[in-house]
């Protein structure tokens, strides 16, 4: 099973520049294309303590914006919300995908210093401390990180845009799940940039927008499954999140196809790439290198 190889989407002349505040953008127009005539849908399916702004698509590239994309009850501005389950406290249950995890990044990258951003209460910087990585964690979420320190990790408050690191610090920068949480993609990526080394590894998980679980009329999609929540607010498809990385001078990286682990590594591996290969999961994991020169960014 081969992993995902995914085109950028093509950069339209209407697209804001890499400069531009995206916040104040998104109200007037795509952030990834700039196509003003977007579809308004009301999110049916109301799961957090605030109500769920709306989700404004653009039919054009397939991009989600949300119509609140500053939105004062986000999940970046609220740092006192607890938004994982209890599950997540169970830091030694879920240490065996974490540690999966760091067997695929391994298989590309020496070990070395690793950051998670949206590092919740520590379970990959647990698992990457076991293998022998230098771990820290950034997250919005004062309680997660004082859950993560009194485990003896290395966790810090901070979010996407504003990481409370040295420049070029980290070897690999991991965001799963995290990006789509905050409307200014560029600024998000660029802190990545800023605090991981020229060359380094980049690791981004996201709702995979263009899935088939998640493709369909706009206006049932809006409101459906835990990937339409209030605290979402951009929904990339592969393709405009590749646009954006690519606008940066990241370069796309392909998992290798083999990557040796005990039976149940193997099992949840291929299920993975099964469901990334063929749209079927709802989520997509990508791998980028950084530029290996240092910019004035
Ligand atoms: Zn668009």
């Given at each position: 099973?081969?992993?995902?190889?995914?085109?950028?989407?093509?950069?339209?002349?209407?697209?804001?520049?890499?400069?531009?505040?995206?916040?104040?953008?998104?109200?007037?127009?795509?952030?990834?294309?700039?196509?003003?005539?977007?579809?308004?849908?009301?999110?049916?399916?109301?799961?957090?303590?605030?109500?769920?702004?709306?989700?404004?698509?653009?039919?054009?590239?397939?991009?989600?914006?949300?119509?609140?994309?500053?939105?004062?009850?986000?999940?970046?501005?609220?740092?006192?919300?607890?938004?994982?389950?209890?599950?997540?406290?169970?830091?030694?249950?879920?240490?065996?995908?974490?540690?999966?995890?760091?067997?695929?990044?391994e298989?590309?990258?020496p070990v070395g210093?690793?950051?998670?951003?949206?590092?919740?209460?520590?379970?990959?910087?647990?698992?990457?401390?076991?293998?022998g990585w230098?771990?820290?964690?950034?997250?919005?979420?004062?309680?997660?990180?004082?859950?993560?320190?009194?485990?003896?990790?290395?966790?810090?408050?901070?979010?996407?845009?504003?990481?409370?690191?040295?420049?070029?610090?980290?070897?690999?920068?991991?965001?799963?799940?995290?990006?789509?949480?905050?409307?200014?993609?560029?600024?998000?990526?660029?802190?990545?940039?800023?605090?991981?080394?020229?060359?380094?590894?980049?690791?981004?998980?996201?709702?995979?927008?263009?899935?088939?679980?998640?493709?369909?009329?706009?206006?049932?999609?809006?409101?459906?499954?835990?990937?339409?929540?209030?605290?979402?607010?951009?929904?990339?498809?592969?393709?405009?999140?590749?646009?954006?990385?690519?606008?940066?001078?990241?370069?796309?990286?392909?998992?290798?196809?083999?990557?040796?682990?005990?039976?149940?590594?193997?099992?949840?591996?291929?299920?993975?790439?099964?469901?990334?290969?063929?749209?079927?999961?709802?989520?997509?994991?990508?791998?980028?290198?950084?530029?290996?020169?240092?910019?004035?960014?």
């Amino acid at each position: 099973m081969l992993p995902l190889r995914i085109t950028p989407a093509a950069v339209t002349p209407e697209a804001p520049s890499v400069d531009d505040d995206l916040a104040v953008v998104a109200r007037e127009r795509c952030t990834w294309c700039g196509w003003a005539e977007r579809q308004r849908y009301p999110r049916p399916r109301q799961d957090a303590p605030w109500p769920s702004p709306d989700w404004l698509y653009c039919e054009r590239c397939g991009f989600w914006n949300s119509a609140d994309p500053l939105g004062g009850d986000s999940l970046v501005t609220n740092g006192s919300y607890v938004y994982e389950s209890n599950y997540g406290r169970r830091l030694r249950h879920k240490l065996r995908t974490a540690d999966y995890r760091f067997r695929v990044l391994e298989a590309m990258t020496p070990v070395g210093s690793f950051l998670d951003i949206g590092s919740s209460y520590g379970s990959m910087l647990l698992a990457g401390q076991q293998r022998g990585w230098r771990t820290m964690g950034v997250d919005t979420s004062a309680e997660v990180v004082a859950f993560a320190r009194q485990h003896g990790l290395d966790a810090h408050e901070g979010s996407l845009t504003s990481v409370p690191a040295a420049d070029h610090t980290f070897d690999v920068v991991h965001a799963r799940h995290v990006i789509e949480h905050d409307v200014n993609t560029y600024r998000a990526l660029r802190e990545m940039q800023r605090v991981g080394k020229p060359g380094a590894l980049v690791m981004i998980e996201t709702p995979d927008a263009a899935s088939r679980p998640h493709t369909g009329d706009p206006a049932r999609q809006a409101g459906q499954g835990f990937h339409w929540t209030a605290w979402h607010r951009v929904l990339f498809t592969p393709e405009v999140l590749a646009g954006f990385c690519a606008r940066l001078g990241w370069q796309q990286v392909t998992e290798p196809e083999r990557v040796a682990g005990p039976p149940h590594f193997w099992l949840w591996r291929t299920n993975k790439l099964w469901g990334e290969r063929t749209r079927r999961a709802s989520r997509v994991v990508t791998w980028w290198r950084l530029p290996a020169e240092v910019t004035d960014d």
